[in-house]
């Protein structure tokens, strides 16, 4: 093909979706003094909701009725502008080189015009039923916990809370699942999918404090969390990516899972802190996370129209763990001469081992995916004349983002393949200034440096996603009454 004269090799590819959602909900929490000298309050509350939400999409489209690569791009009334070259370039392919691909912004202007080029009606595609769900759920949950206190001495203390809360969800999930040759016919068969569910979580939770002094501090705290799947994850349809592209990497399709359980987790924590000076403190952290039905990606090889599409579906995971410690900091200097002693310095540091722990399962053994195992914090902040002004850079190391399983590469025989994504980080600002009492006028930045997501499979030679993550500006007036 001549970058010259460029021919037409896709098929029209549109990638369309819609959501709507609405939550009502409503909180009472009450607290009841008491006169004793260890129990000093009683806390209950309860909490109701009632959320629903919708998705609509659609994806694919027409092949070009032409021969492939047979059609120039410019005998078919298209612009002379319409190939453009690339913004970007991955520096593994072609030395780094730019390539030449259609022009964004006429590709979203005349989006008609490229339909008819393709045989195709005028205005957006009816929506597939195999991507479209519709969602409701209800959430009760109600709490009570007491507050102690027991005091040693003029200075030290040891106190915490001790409770419980439980939670009761009714969901309901509706879409549509493609059975694969279902149909009396041969041809795939499109069946209505209903979950409805119920389930009861009791989370208890318990926390001391031993408080040596007016700065040195030590806490320990368990607590029993649970975190319910998101629809898009319980949506019972699937998408297909359209055919075409590399020859040597298999098509994509993804899904949900109506069946999905909430994943529960025991976590464990302790920390010691010192406080000194204004608002300056450093702070020691061990935790540990016992989890149980991680919600993870997982992969199956399917053939479907005659294509084989690797499908990525959520699964619960089993059992896993994560440990670790955090270390963290803030400083304000304040030996500097006045309007300079309000400039501080803080940063964090984690670290975080995981480990995937159900027997048999593909990913034994292995970490979590989407943790990173080293990531810090670094930043100046400012807090004087009604100033309050933070910059910060956020860092992790690289991850795997997500398992593959075996036959992901055309020819490979290896039992586990990951999408691993490379070290990043991002660059955040905020300034504001108390304009009055009761006025609050704010500027933010966010990833003003440009920071970068580069994924790729198993080696940085073979990249697979590289975006540039949008900058965000934003400002902002906060009014108190």
Request: charged share 20%; proline share 5%.
């Amino acid at each position: 093909m001549s970058l010259s004269r460029p021919c037409v090799v896709i098929p029209l590819f549109q990638d369309l979706n819609k959501s709507n959602s609405r939550q009502y909900a409503f909180k009472l929490d009450s607290a009841f003094d008491v006169d004793s000298s260890f129990l000093r309050q009683v806390q209950v509350g309860a909490r109701y909701s009632d959320r629903q939400g919708t998705f609509r999409a659609v994806a694919g489209g027409p092949s070009f009725p032409g021969p492939n690569r047979g059609t120039l791009v410019d005998s078919v009334g298209l612009p002379s502008d319409f190939m453009v070259r690339s913004p970007d370039s991955i520096p593994y392919i072609n030395g780094g080189s730019h390539w030449y691909t259609p022009n964004a912004d006429y590709l979203l202007n005349n989006t008609d015009d490229l339909r008819a080029l393709y045989g195709a009606p005028a205005g957006d595609p009816d929506w597939d039923p195999t991507r479209n769900y519709d969602a409701a759920e209800k959430t009760f949950a109600a709490y009570m916990q007491g507050k102690y206190q027991l005091d040693i001495g003029d200075v030290s203390m040891i106190d915490g809370l001790v409770g419980l809360r439980v939670l009761r969800t009714n969901r309901t999930i509706d879409g549509t699942s493609r059975v694969i040759g279902g149909a009396t016919d041969g041809s795939d068969l499109f069946v209505p999918v209903n979950r409805d569910t119920s389930d009861v979580y009791v989370l208890p939770n318990a926390s001391i404090r031993f408080k040596a002094n007016d700065q040195l501090q030590f806490r320990g705290t368990y607590a029993k969390t649970m975190s319910r799947p998101t629809f898009g994850d319980l949506n019972p349809g699937l998408s297909l990516a359209a055919p075409g592209g590399n020859p040597n990497v298999i098509l994509a399709g993804s899904g949900g899972n109506p069946d999905l359980k909430a994943q529960q987790s025991h976590n464990f924590d302790v920390t010691a802190e010192y406080y000194f000076g204004r608002s300056s403190y450093v702070s020691l952290a061990g935790y540990y996370r016992k989890l149980k039905d991680r919600v993870a990606p997982d992969t199956t090889i399917q053939v479907i129209d005659g294509q084989t599409y690797q499908i990525t579906q959520p699964r619960n995971l089993g059992s896993s763990n994560l440990k670790g410690i955090e270390a963290a900091g803030q400083f304000f200097l304040d030996f500097l001469p006045e309007g300079f002693d309000g400039f501080g310095l803080m940063g964090t540091f984690t670290y975080a081992d995981s480990k995937v722990t159900t027997k048999g399962d593909l990913l034994e053994g292995q970490q979590l995916l989407g943790v990173s195992k080293y990531s810090y914090t670094a930043g100046a902040l400012y807090e004087k004349y009604g100033i309050t002004a933070r910059v910060v850079y956020t860092w992790r190391s690289g991850y795997n983002e997500t398992a593959f399983g075996a036959g992901t590469l055309t020819g490979s025989t290896d039992s586990v393949q990951f999408n691993k994504v490379k070290s990043n980080g991002r660059l955040d600002f905020s300034i504001g200034y108390d304009v009055t009492p009761n006025i609050t006028v704010t500027f933010d930045g966010v990833n003003v440096n440009g920071g970068k997501y580069y994924s790729y499979f198993d080696t940085p030679a073979f990249p697979h996603d590289i975006r540039i993550d949008d900058k965000f500006y934003g400002a902002s007036i906060r009014l108190k009454y």
